[in-house]
Every structure is written in structure tokens, then in C-alpha cells.
């Protein structure tokens, strides 16, 4: 269904790319993800509601929900008074449904222009993040933080590059989610490979391999007899973990864990301050909002500060919590709107997990659910985009087996 994209046609060129750098500031805000993505894709909807439309009831149902509700949360609490923080939570619930639907657009009648975006942000992310490593740490990092000194600092810490994004966790999920729309996209492995190699050597994110390991346990628990071989890696841990850490320098922190790893020092290596705030926020604010009863908390930052002091206190295995909110996508949701956020939350499950097709496409789809677990928002409109990929196969796998039965 490509159409050949005419040269007036920027809008679609813009948004696509402020998709596939949603960390670029144009003038300083105090947050990650930047609002460009989700303000284009509003004004992309503005000129084609199709893109709404044709979405799915089911999907179109669930996104709309989610917007409402976070608009719902937001009018709880405006006689209490916002801050900005609490503005800043909104677009975790508006993005979604916006990305999405213009994403879908984009995909129905510019998948040529989709894949060139994101095969040429892979590569950018890529080479950007080479010389952060081995030439210069501060290279091109003016266009996400008015921090001259970030790479080198982060550099200074033993971590690895920050790419476009404001560190190398980010930066490492986010490229992560571009190879899961490559994949959709039918791009070439290579490329696909490359934003692993990107996450994992050149961002040398911990984090990016516990999602890369939860996924690989949740795929294979689909199906625990076929996939056993998933859970090897788990017996053979002491050996794997000896055998990847020879791909790093023994200063880095990936190294440091995977040699933990190999020791079988989980005690250990939960005294790892980054790694513990990492696993704790990722963890702490589902498991809290289930020990409340899914009892919604609301937006306030407030709120959360009181459930962090009460966490902090409780669970001495914690070393910290964000202080910004909770760090973990799905966390968010659920702790902020509780029993409200289930819908969505099945919703996801039901889309990227039990619905996703099979091979790679079933295996990048649960890899994204992974990622949100962590501290990637769903104010990241990469999310809207691979969401939107997601429909679309499915989709078009629906007409063809119709077709076929014709």
C-alpha cells in the first residue's frame, strides 16, 4: 500500500525522525523524551484522521482508554495544584495513541519512507556511539543535554556510549526498540544485529541484557518443551558469562557483573548501586502497587514520594528509588492508576505476547514488553510506531489468510 512520498510532504519526514531521536533538544527541557515526536504526530493526525480510524477497534479502544485516563488523573488533581513533573507524566498516556494512529498512517501509505528512517537511524546510532567509545565521549551529545561535560563524565564512570540519548541505558533500550521495527519492517539482520551490537558493546548497558534475558525466559515459557534449550544459557551460566566478559575491558561495569554472574553472587551483585536501582525500580513499583491492592496512588509526585520513603524503609535489599517517579513503564501505570492501568496492561500482553505472530516478529514482541518494564516511559513515541508495525502485520496476515480461503 506505499505511496511514492511527495517532496511537499515534510511533516511525515519530521515526525519520523523525531521517532527515531526522541532524546534531540531543541531548546532545554527539564526531561528525556522530548515532546516533538508526539506534537508532529498530532499535527500529522490533524491532516490524515484516517490513520486513527483504521486502527482496529480493539487497539482504538484501548489507546483512547488510556488517554482518558490519564486526562482523568490529571483533573483529580488540579485542585491539589500541579507541578510540571506531574504535567510531564501526561504524555506517558496521550503518546501512545497518538504515535500510534500516526505511525499506522505512515506505515500504510509511506513504508518505504519508515524503513529508510529507521534502517538510517540504526546506523547513525551506531557510528555516533563508535566514536563516543573509542575516539571522542562527548561527540554530538549537544544535541540532548546543554551538559558539556556528560559523555565524559559517563565515560569517567566505566559506562558506555549515550548515542542520542542523555545516557547509555536509554540509549541502549531505545535502539533496541529500532531494531524491533527493523524486524517488522523486513530490514536486513545485518542492520537488526547491529542495533544489538549497539546496545549491548557500545552502550555496555546491564540493563539492555536483563531485558535481552527476561524476554528469553517469557518466550520460552510460552512454550517450555519446545524451547528448552532458552533456559541453557541458565545451567551454563558461570561458563557464558566468563566467555561474553572476554568481549569487554576489565575496567567496564559489564564485565564486573557477568563476572559476579559467573561466581553465582547474586548478593553481590545486587550491592551494585546502578544494577539495584535498575532491578528495584523496574520491580518496586508493580510490587507495590500489588501490595496495595492495585489501589490507584494518582498522579501526584507527592504520592510517590511518600511510597518510595515506605519501600526504602520496608525492603532493605533497595538501595534507592528515582526521586522523578517511578522508573519503570508499565510501573508508571500501575502504581499511578492501579486497577484502572489492568485493561492496558492485558491489552499488552494480549498484543505483543500471546498475539504476535511467530519467530522473530513473536521474539522482538516480547523483547519490547521486556524493555517497558524498565525505565523507558511510554512517553517514548518508538513504542507508537513499533505498536502501530505490530497491527499492521497482523492485519495484513488477516487479508491474506482470508484470500487464501477465498
Known amino acids: 500500500m506505499a505511496k511514492q512520498f511527495s517532496p511537499g510532504g515534510l511533516l511525515p519526514v519530521l515526525m519520523l525522525v523525531f521517532f527515531a531521536f526522541p532524546y534531540t533538544q531543541l531548546f532545554p527541557i527539564e526531561a528525556y523524551t522530548q515532546p516533538y515526536a508526539v506534537i508532529l504526530a498530532a499535527f500529522v493526525l490533524l491532516l490524515h484522521p484516517e490513520g486513527y480510524r483504521l486502527l482496529p477497534r480493539l487497539d482504538k479502544a484501548m489507546l483512547t482508554y488510556l488517554m482518558v485516563l490519564g486526562i482523568a488523573l490529571i483533573l483529580w488533581e488540579i485542585p491539589q495544584g500541579l507541578d510540571l513533573r506531574e504535567v510531564a507524566f501526561l504524555l506517558s498516556y496521550v503518546t501512545p495513541v497518538l504515535a500510534t494512529a500516526a505511525a499506522y498512517w505512515a506505515i500504510q501509505f509511506h513504508s518505504r519512507l519508515v524503513k529508510r528512517v529507521i534502517s538510517g537511524a540504526i546506523l547513525a546510532w551506531f557510528g555516533v556511539s563508535l566514536v563516543q567509545l573509542f575516539v571522542d565521549p562527548s561527540f554530538l551529545t549537544q544535541f540532548v543535554t546543554t551538559n558539556l561535560d556528560l559523555g565524559s563524565n559517563i565515560a569517567a564512570s566505566g559506562r558506555g556510549a549515550v548515542g542520542f540519548a542523555p545516557e547509555p541505558t536509554h540509549s541502549a533500550f531505545h535502539v533496541l526498540v529500532l531494531g524491533a521495527c527493523l524486524t517488522y519492517l523486513r530490514g536486513p539482520l545485518w542492520l537488526i544485529g547491529l542495533s544489538f551490537v549497539t546496545a549491548i558493546v557500545l552502550a555496555g548497558s546491564a540493563s539492555a541484557l536483563l531485558a535481552i534475558a527476561l524476554a528469553g525466559a517469557i518466550w520460552g515459557m510460552r512454550v517450555p518443551i519446545k524451547r528448552f534449550w532458552v533456559f541453557i544459557p541458565v545451567v551454563a551460566a558461570p561458563i557464558a558469562a566468563q566467555i561474553v566478559a572476554g568481549f569487554f575491558s576489565e575496567s567496564s561495569r559489564v564485565s564486573s557483573l557477568l563476572l559476579r554472574i559467573r561466581n553465582f553472587d547474586i548478593g553481590d551483585i545486587m550491592l551494585d548501586y546502578s544494577v539495584n536501582a535498575r532491578i528495584s525500580g523496574a520491580v518496586m513499583p508493580i510490587y507495590y502497587s500489588f501490595e496495595q491492592n492495585f489501589w490507584p496512588q494518582g498522579i501526584s509526585i ?105
Request: charged share 15%; net charge positive; no cysteine.
Open 302 to 406: 507527592q504520592s510517590w514520594y511518600e511510597a518510595r520513603r515506605e519501600i526504602l524503609n520496608g525492603h532493605r535489599w533497595v538501595i534507592d528509588l528515582s526521586g522523578a517517579g517511578p522508573a519503570s513503564g508499565h510501573g508508571l501505570f500501575l502504581f499511578q492508576a492501579g486497577l484502572f492501568a489492568l485493561p492496558f496492561f492485558f491489552y499488552l500482553v494480549h498484543r505483543l505476547i500471546w498475539k504476535n505472530g511467530s519467530g522473530l516478529y513473536e521474539m522482538f514482541a516480547v523483547l519490547v514488553f521486556a524493555i517497558f518494564i524498565g525505565q523507558l516511559y511510554f512517553s517514548t513515541p518508538t513504542f507508537g510506531l513499533f505498536l502501530a508495525l505490530v497491527i499492521f502485520r497482523r492485519d495484513q496476515s488477516r487479508k491474506i489468510a482470508k484470500a487464501t480461503l477465498r
